[in-house]
T-cell receptor
Framework: AQKVTQAQTEISVVEKEDVTLDCVYETRDTTYYLFWYKQPPSGELVFLIR??????QNEISGRYSWNFQKSTSSFNFTITASQVVDSAVYFCALSEAKNTGNQFYFGTGTSLTVIP | DTGVSQNPRHKITKRGQNVTFRCDPI?????LYWYRQTLGQGPEFLTY????????KSRLLSDRFSAERPKGSFSTLEIQRTEQGDSAMYLC?????????????FGNGTRLTVT
């Protein structure tokens, strides 16, 4: 079973619009960690944000904000006032505390295109 | 902090040949991971090292694949008798020590094409 589901395959927005990327995860662990990564055309995965399962406070960091809802197993990511440089593939990832190596399970990614 | 370094960036090989990739993690990181990414997919876990010990291997890692981290610093991933299905981006990542919620830091990857 897929541990991380990103239902949105591709999204296009016009510059300065807000955009929300959806992520639904599945785990039986009580302690786990959630992450968002950005993969621009250059290919390198860049860490953006993380959340611990025991901390449901939602936060804002610059143009990024995230909404963690344990009740619905969702960890959505919002970019406010999108810019062309935000065009990339975004991956949501889950790491379970009980797992030996704390390996990350990634979703299939959402390709975001910001149109100038 | 010079980041995670991988080489080569690209490798084209003929089916049946052996290939080896290298990863140099962030120097103070004792945890090192190999992932594979195919087009339109997210990275898939292959194997994990803590220092020189290989502690976990995915079932994706067939017996044609072998990874080493001999001195707990750099790591190599070798694929023997390559097949066209091995064509993918091979990503290396490292993590800070101890904390379970520390993020993975990825290299630029090695893109393998098997013809």
């Amino acid at each position: 079973a897929q541990k991380v589901t990103q239902a949105q395959t591709e999204i296009s927005v016009v510059e300065k619009e807000d955009v929300t990327l959806d992520c639904v995860y599945e785990t039986r662990d009580t302690t786990y960690y959630l992450f968002w990564y950005k993969q621009p055309p250059s290919g390198e995965l860049v860490f953006l944000i993380r959340r611990n399962s025991f901390d449901e406070q939602n936060e804002i960091s610059g143009r990024y904000s995230w909404n963690f809802q344990k009740s619905t197993s969702s960890f959505n990511f919002t970019i406010t006032a999108s810019q062309v440089v935000d065009s990339a593939v975004y991956f949501c990832a889950l790491s379970e505390a009980k797992n030996t190596g704390n390996q990350f399970y990634f979703g299939t990614g959402t390709s975001l295109t910001v149109i100038p | 902090d010079t980041g995670v370094s991988q080489n080569p960036r690209h490798k084209i090989t003929k089916r049946g040949q052996n290939v080896t990739f290298r990863c140099d993690p962030i120097s103070e990181h004792n945890r090192l991971y190999w992932y594979r990414q195919t087009l339109g997919q997210g990275p898939e876990f292959l194997t994990y090292f803590q220092n020189e010990a290989q502690l976990e291997k995915s079932r994706l890692l067939s017996d044609r694949f072998s990874a080493e981290r001999p001195k707990g610093s750099f790591s190599t991933l070798e694929i023997q008798r390559t097949e066209q299905g091995d064509s993918a981006m091979y990503l290396c990542a490292s993590r800070g020590n101890g904390q379970k919620n520390s993020p993975l830091h990825f290299g630029n990857g090695t893109r393998l094409t098997v013809t």
